[in-house]
């Protein structure tokens, strides 16, 4: 982490523009510039709760400040005070070789694993486990990173009969939701859990009836604030990063528990949908 000697362009935009904030905007503004080594690692909810204050207020703030929204900002201030190493790995250092990338970035992924394994609430997995078993049809969204979660979520449900479609595009995940009644679930997948297009779709789903679990790194967030079911994975990784390394890999996992759970429960349906699918692949094979 570099020093705070100097002061960061947030800080200058902010004494640049106090005439431009409201007192509320100001107090929570303060906070900000005092605590910036904080908010590079806290989503909006998290930080409208610390600076008691509201996400709009922040986003208000941001924008005029110049910024396109807090993640722009979250990310102008990390490039200041994080090294570009750190941007990268929070571990790892330029001189380091491979032998050492290796431990790092294994042992990182390691105690991600084991960090989320020990924090996990056992009720909330069986209800997702359940909310999923019983679902008459299950819809998975991700955009950006969390695409590709989405995308094996749905490989690993289908193979044990759901009827799951999986959701990257924005304007697919909408027309998706739009048709979904209160017998069927969504799964929202966000590192963040502050993408504005997940939350969108969420908040239809749920004006729908429709039971709402989410995937997101720990703690509170746009998209948990919407969700019934919450599934969280911890990490060392921070939260201004726009892609996740090891936190995708507990995601993953968590995915991996909910798949077990459910074919455990679908038991003989599951084993026949299975075996299904593999003699229809085998033609795939040499």
């Not at 709009?56 to 924008?63: E, L, P, Q, W």
């Not at 807090?70 to 790892?92: C, G, N, P, W, Y």
């Not at 963040?192 to 995937?215: L, Q």
């Not at 060392?236 to 990063?241: D, G, I, L």
């Amino acid at each position: 982490m570099k020093s705070l000697s100097n002061p960061t362009v947030f800080c200058c935009r902010v004494e640049e523009n106090l005439n431009k904030l409201t007192k509320s905007e100001k107090k929570a503004a303060d906070y900000m510039t005092e605590s910036q080594e904080k908010i590079i690692y806290l989503s909006i909810s998290a930080l409208a709760e610390a600076a008691n204050t509201s996400e709009a207020t922040i986003v208000r703030i941001c924008k005029k400040l110049g910024y396109s929204g807090f993640q722009d900002l979250k990310i102008s201030v990390a490039r200041e005070l994080v090294t570009h190493e750190e941007l990268i790995h929070e571990e790892l250092k330029a001189d380091d070789n491979t032998s050492v990338i290796i431990e790092k970035t294994f042992n990182g992924i390691i105690q991600t694993l084991t960090m989320t394994k020990n924090a996990q609430r056992t009720i909330d997995m069986e209800k997702a486990i359940r909310t999923v078993s019983e679902a008459n049809k299950i819809i998975i969204i991700g955009s950006g990173n969390s695409a590709a979660i989405a995308n094996d979520a749905q490989h690993k449900f289908l193979r044990i009969g759901l009827d799951v479609h999986a959701y990257t595009d924005t304007h697919m995940q909408m027309i998706a939701v739009s048709s979904l009644n209160e017998r069927d679930v969504i799964l929202a997948i966000s590192h963040s859990g502050s993408s504005r297009d997940i939350v969108e779709a969420v908040e239809m789903a749920k004006h729908k009836g429709v039971t709402t679990i989410s995937i997101t790194s720990s703690g509170i967030s746009p998209v948990t604030k919407k969700t019934d079911i919450n599934l969280f994975t911890y990490s060392q990784e921070t939260k201004y990063r726009m892609y996740a390394l090891s936190s995708r890999i507990a995601m993953l996992a968590i995915i991996d528990t909910i798949y077990t759970g459910v074919a455990l429960e679908k038991g003989e349906e599951a084993i026949n949908n299975f075996e299904a699918l593999e003699k229809a692949l085998i033609v795939k094979k040499y």
